[in-house]
């Protein structure tokens, strides 16, 4: 049965289910929306290379960037390429994958269940043949070498290798090249029927449609196809101790000005939802209450011309590590970093008062209902937050709840100099 929940506060109604097959479906029916957006992903990203197999015992470990390398596969099948199949029904199809999730998505105005249809079957219709994945080393080859040419990409990274020692997300989403050349047909088969199993998937479809229609019309598709028994799905990481990899890490490229990126690392614990949420949200809190450009430090930075326009900061918790980054184009890099970390290590003798706990709530409650204009933000926040436990419209209410007990206790902990890392990217 459709489940069907109503959300006053936000004015959104959402319909979901479990499917028999166990893939989980979440309806967004929107009919003053003049397009849809739907997207299918599976809680399967580049850090999942040491797993048991379906149907197996053993435990094994693939090559670097398999995830990466399926998204591609998927799309080309035995007598045609999937782009066509969704420029015929005038939708624009696209993919993505992370350290944690891949996805597969589009977006149209019209024959929304046509185009439905269309994403899920492709999906599930995977076709892999010798031939076509040695024509697929060379494509994913050269676009790891076009990353490897790109300052922001090499500053991310950078980052992330020098926080983590052992987690996989120190690894390139897409690999190496020469773990790519490692990859064979028969990987591809063993992650696919192990990781796209719909018990490990959700679909979330937004916008202008009838959910009754939508719903039936999935189901139907879904009956129509058989899989494997899912047994719990056992994924092994290795330990990665609190303090970062590396504290400095120099990267040597042709730039015309220097980038520089402060990292902090999470713990890497399995956290429980409450906490999760808890620790998501406070953390961003945090970062924007700190570094947001209407803030005495950012225009401290600005005046003394240590930052530009690139200047930026991200929190990101994922299912068992995280990280925050905080960085910009700078002329003195040593300088940028140095206050950074001093600003960041002073936080945990500091006090917030109710007032300013009060702006930073509402400031985040302001973001987050402006993000929800967005069908794009709806579907992948909430098939994020679905994946940890959490419910994406259940968010505000528990933003409301967060005390200034609980933003001063976070900022005790918060940050520890052996959690932080510097990134720089320096001329030739």
Known sequence: MMNKQTYQDIAETIYSEKLDNGLTVFLLPKPEMA??????????????????????TEEINVPEGVAHFLEHKLFEKEDRDVFADFGKLGASPNA???FGKTAYLFSATDQIEKNVETLIDFVQ?????????????????????????????????????S?????????????????I?????????????????????SLFVAGNFDA??????????????????????????????????????KIIMPVSIP??????????????????LRRDLLGNMMLSHF??????????????????????????????????MVGSNTADPDKFAGKVKALLLSTNQMQLTDEEFGRMKKKKIGQLLRAMNSLEFIANKYVSYHTAGINLFEVIPAIQKLTLDDANDFMKNWISEERLAVCTIAAE
Request: net charge negative.
């Open 163 to 179: 926080m983590f020692k052992n987690h996989p997300v120190k690894i390139d989403i897409a690999g190496t090249v020469d773990s």
């Open 181 to 201: 050349m490692s990859i064979t047909k028969d990987d591809l088969y063993t992650c696919y029927n192990t990781f796209y199993h719909p018990e490990n998937m």
């Open 35 to 56: 397009k849809a957006y739907g997207i299918f992903s599976t809680n399967y990203g580049s850090i999942d290379q040491t797993f048991v197999p379906i149907g197996e």
């Open 125 to 161: 219709d995977p076709y892999f043949s010798e031939k076509s994945v040695e024509k697929e080393k060379g494509i994913i080859s050269q676009e790891i070498k076009m990353y490897d040419d790109q300052p922001d990409w090499q500053s991310f990274m950078g980052t992330i290798k």
């Open 212 to 249: 009754d229609k939508m719903m039936e019309m999935i189901k139907t598709n879904q009956k129509k196809k058989s899989f494997m028994d899912m047994a719990e799905l056992k994924r092994t990481f290795p330990e990665e101790p609190e303090e970062v990899a590396m504290k400095e890490n």
């Open 96 to 98: 993505f994958t992370s």
């Open 291 to 324: 570094f947001s450009t209407g803030g005495s430090f950012y225009q401290q930075l600005y005046k003394t011309n240590l930052i530009d326009d690139s200047f930026y900061f991200e929190s990101n918790l994922e299912r068992n590590f995280g990280y925050s």
């Open 259 to 276: 980038k520089c990126t402060v990292g902090i690392k999470d713990a890497s614990e399995e956290l429980a939802a409450d906490e999760f």
